[in-house]
């Protein structure tokens, strides 16, 4: 399998419509305690690694794989000549560091961002993307900071966080999009490389303001 195959807009649209449903992550470690949403993240994450890894070895699940989700899969996911997770198991993976390292505010950020923009990078940047920028477009990395600032803004008003948090929430949101942009030249899945850049980036702004408001 080739690895420039680019899926269609429909398929992308199906695609980030599952990828929205993840979206109930930090929306639920919003309202339960960490230790309740590790208790369901971390065996629902362990599931999805241990049946993509035996779908690599196992042609019945491969199948059945192909069969529902083929038309979405991006080439690395495809490919058989070396194990490679997709994208599914990298969200829930990327869900459950954030929740045992990061405080809640941060996590619920990082990780909203990380559905909501990515989702609006892709959807644009396919559709309107028509100047480089990058690795990618203009207008997909334009998108996705712009979108992110929009959840800051929005879980700031739910939550009353202070000045402090919008100021990291949007300085995280630019950083965001630039490692959204650049992260396949590294090759690092951004499901894990966007919240995780977001998420140190409003800890070290909040070190350098001298605020805990949203870091306990």
């Given at each position: 399998?080739?690895?420039?195959?680019?899926?269609?807009?429909?398929?992308?649209?199906?695609?980030?419509?599952?990828?929205?449903?993840?979206?109930?992550?930090?929306?639920?470690?919003?309202?339960?305690?960490?230790?309740?949403?590790?208790?369901?993240?971390?065996p629902?994450?362990?599931i999805?690694v241990?049946?993509?890894?035996?779908?690599?070895?196992?042609?019945?699940?491969?199948?059945?794989?192909?069969?529902?989700?083929?038309?979405?899969?991006?080439?690395?996911?495809l490919?058989?000549?070396?194990?490679?997770?997709?994208?599914?198991?990298?969200?829930?993976?990327?869900a459950?560091?954030?929740?045992?390292?990061?405080?809640?505010?941060?996590?619920?950020?990082?990780?909203?961002?990380?559905?909501?923009?990515?989702?609006?990078?892709?959807?644009?940047?396919?559709?309107?993307?028509?100047?480089?920028?990058?690795?990618?477009?203009?207008?997909?990395?334009?998108?996705?900071?712009?979108?992110?600032v929009?959840?800051?803004?929005?879980?700031?008003?739910?939550?009353?966080?202070?000045?402090?948090?919008?100021?990291?929430?949007?300085?995280?949101?630019?950083?965001?999009?630039?490692?959204?942009?650049?992260?396949?030249?590294?090759?690092?899945?951004?499901?894990?490389?966007?919240?995780?850049?977001?998420?140190?980036?409003?800890?070290?702004?909040?070190?350098?303001?001298?605020?805990?408001?949203?870091?306990?």
């Amino acid at each position: 399998m080739t690895n420039n195959r680019q899926i269609t807009y429909r398929s992308e649209l199906l695609r980030k419509g599952i990828h929205l449903m993840s979206l109930s992550i930090p929306v639920m470690y919003a309202l339960l305690p960490k230790e309740t949403i590790l208790w369901f993240l971390a065996p629902l994450t362990l599931i999805f690694v241990i049946l993509d890894l035996i779908s690599h070895r196992s042609g019945v699940i491969r199948n059945l794989l192909l069969r529902y989700f083929g038309s979405m899969m991006r080439s690395h996911e495809l490919q058989v000549d070396k194990v490679m997770l997709n994208g599914a198991s990298y969200v829930l993976i990327a869900a459950c560091l954030c929740v045992m390292v990061f405080p809640r505010m941060i996590a619920v950020t990082a990780f909203s961002i990380l559905i909501v923009s990515d989702i609006c990078a892709a959807l644009i940047g396919r559709r309107y993307g028509s100047h480089s920028f990058l690795d990618k477009s203009l207008e997909g990395t334009f998108a996705f900071a712009a979108s992110a600032v929009v959840v800051v803004m929005v879980i700031a008003e739910l939550f009353s966080q202070s000045g402090a948090f919008l100021v990291a929430g949007i300085i995280g949101s630019i950083v965001g999009a630039f490692v959204e942009n650049v992260s396949p030249r590294f090759g690092v899945d951004d499901n894990i490389s966007i919240p995780f850049s977001i998420g140190i980036t409003m800890y070290a702004i909040a070190a350098l303001l001298g605020t805990s408001s949203f870091t306990q």
